[in-house]
């Protein structure tokens, strides 16, 4: 999923990211609650209508960035206040409040409200963070069930579509034939093989419609990473999305897809480009290097997105240099082609089995 | 003409600008000399090639980006010496200069050295300015006419293109069929009525491919601008292009079309598209304005460009106001679709006359 905190993937075109093939985007709900506001999109139609997305949406549940972003932060039982990152003011999220918030939103899926256990975390700390996201899982999902009808496209069934836009592909049937949306928890526990399997195994009692695994990517190594996975992976069931928050470099998403997850998000390709930073068939390339000042070749010879098929190295390290904003655009799209490329390649292997 | 700058449409991909229907774009002579250098340009095919736009492009002398971004400037009758606003380095343009680096970059369209008479200037200040340009043409058209057929693509005669580009529309058949590239003068005489008529009529018996009408827009009222290019544009031939620089808010354009001018640039519609400023068929809009937070309406209800068909004014402002890169992408998109359909339009009015 290509991260779209501001209700835009940055500097793309919806246009292109359809053409790029990208069936479905993640939206930052403490962004989204802060600006434009929850009840102005939702008074517009809801996010799809908003930002004139017509194919599938992800809301995270704020929790993560109140928890990066936000300055005195306070964590009781009942939920977190901090002060908005833009001016200051005093807001609180709970797990009924963040869940209210999506709703308004409207994505297809939102997720259950959650404490990201930093890393590192000892044994206490992460249990407390465990218990937390458990409590709040119930009440997220009561809450959900509660309110699940009020999301605005309820009545039509499908979020709003513009006129002339294509179809929308559907996304593992979620939301749209119960013509509301689907709520996903999210397992914690720190680095803790146990707490992590308590995590899954409590959530997967309740019965969300899909399952994520968060609190990776947070610092911790790599093997550490993936043991957390391997670990909680088997205990989520098969026929439900099985999601990977936060995640990862092109080999760690091919590899965690092939253990069976379905859906990752992350922010790498996108603000990697917007930092010169190429993933491409031959390895990672610093765009800005002056070594491709008069490198004609496409920036990935294996690629055939519309970058690499029609602008060379040295024109995009010009861009680079000069400060121009198409650099950014045009990064931008070749890395998120790169790695839907990977995913649609996986998809097809995964299909043969 | 779209504004070009730095070899880039500010924030527009280059298939953007081709299904906006834009002929021909202008680039900085001063700003490519600087960065990436013409030679660079020219060992990569020349400036087609290196930013891979396969239709027209212009260059303008650097005169008006030396006179206008520059520290330090020293005007001798052999050239101008200046210091680079990028480093502060020193440089120096004489008109032979200024072909060389245009013959490098290989545009379609080359401008001779001039120098842009400010506003407001005196009767005697205006006379040195007409003497310099005047000089300077002469100079600009021997160099350019000794050394013409040293552009990159003079052997293919058209400059290279990618495969699978799109054909090339011809631009009044100039250049390609000569196989080499155009040479257009500069008319410039302040506000002074005679000083202009003779320097259009000096310059028309030099036997240049094309006239521009420079000086203009640079502060003066606009009545001021109407009566200077009423007073030259019919002294300049009718079976040439007639181009008026820098100009102007659409009611102009469309105006001065009417009068027979042929070519424009301006920075206009894609700085101001920066700038949050919109313009439709029913007026300028500062999109940023509180008005349109909650306004699901097109930009310009007239309009079928690719983002009034698709993205409301609530979206825009959205966009602005969170600093998002696409803002600049799809406001400048906009503003080039508004100002290519009112040339569109006015050039089907004249073809039936």
Redesign the interface.
Known sequence: MPVGT???V???????LESLGAQIILANTY?LYL??GHD?IR???GLH????WPRALLTDSGGFQVFSLTALRKVTDDGVRFRSHLDGSSHSFTPEHSIDVQIALGADIAMAFDECTEYPADRRRAEESFRLTLDWAHRSLAHFRAHRHEVVWHESGVPPQ?D??PPVPPVWGLGRDDRTQSLFAIVQGGMFRDLRRQCAERLVEMDFDGYAIGGLSVGEPRELTLEMISEVLPLLPRDKPRYVMGVGYPDEIEQYTRMGVDMMDCVLPTRAARHALLFTSVGRLNIKNKQY??D?SPPDPACRC?VC????R??LR??V??A???A???NTIHNLAYYLGIMRRVRQDLAQL
Chains 1, 2 share one sequence.
């Open positions: 501001q209700a835009t940055k500097a793309v075109p919806h246009g292109t962004h600006r434009p102005s008074r517009m139609g209508k908003f930002m004139s513009e002339g836009v000042s008069e004609q519309l098929c029609r602008y060379s040295a024109y010009h861009l240099q000069s121009e904003p198409l950014a655009t045009l």
